[in-house]
């Protein structure tokens, strides 16, 4: 089969195709053809070294594709989706075959395309398990969510008000936060041109935070209402804040630590369903075919796109 190795750290240039064995699947294992995968901030971490992974490796969090050989409960033909690819036999999403425990893949409903399935993927599934399994989002409370254009944060947004709530985002530009606005945030707050703590204060607080920058945690206490709770998701400002602990005990903010989730495979595939029927819809900024992941990289890194970038196999 094909997959995309790194048998060195380094820059972009160290993703080079290989041809490598099929993977053979374990007896609870379901064999898949990959028909598309995304690259993740994970991914680069990894592959420059920052984030060491034993050499070589096959990088990609997750991936969507067809079951090959019926077993466990799965039919062949049957289009799935896992957010646990790098954990699967064969190496991770960027290879073009995975033997993949049957209880981590999720259906993929009709009306759903693969590159759709991948695009929600891990993305959607840390941003349920932010908002509902640690959250405890309840309709009509107001949730902060930061980094809108993320793909972790524009998944949210659209869930947070499917839910019920109203949403509050971050944006750094006003052609971001009109995109945002189309997705359900009721307000867009410029953090390069205003304290978003700040802003929120004045107007009584949110109830839910989640926290994608982490070096922006100080203005997440001072955005909540007393009580309120901010799940920790994402470090993309870096992995140390400076918090004034007088506001934090004051007013009794929860602050929990969450990462990279996993919610339910039930829970996936209500996600995807609501893809299906419309009700939610993946940001999508580029589609690539997998021999071009170093391009991808290049991209993620550049801080350009808005939403995610997919890698698909021919």
Known sequence: MKAVQVSQFGGPEVLQIQEVADPSPAPNEVLIEVKATTVNRLDLFQRDGSRPVKLPFTPGLEAAGVVLQEGNGFRAGERVLTTRASQARGGGGYASRLAV?????????E???????VAAGLASSTAWGSLFDLG??????????????????????????????????????????????????EEVINHRQQNVGKVLQETGGVQLVIELVSATLQESIEAAAADGRIILIGNLGGKEATVDTQAWRLKRVSVIGGGQLHTSIANEEKVL???????????????LPVEQAAKAHRLLESGEPQGKIVLTFA
């Open 136 to 185: 405890h989002l309840q309709s009509g409370e107001r949730v902060l969510i930061w980094a809108g254009s993320s793909g972790v944060g524009s998944i949210a947004i659209q869930l947070a008000r499917h839910a019920g709530a109203r949403v509050i985002t971050t944006a750094s530009s006003e052609e971001r936060a009109n995109a945002l606005r189309q997705l359900g945030a």
């Open 273 to 287: 369903q609501l893809i299906a029927e419309k009700a939610i819809q993946p940001l999508i900024a580029h589609v």
């Open 111 to 117: 009306g759903v395309s693969f590159e759709q399935a």
């Open 101 to 109: 425990p049957a209880a981590d893949l999720a259906r993929i409903p």
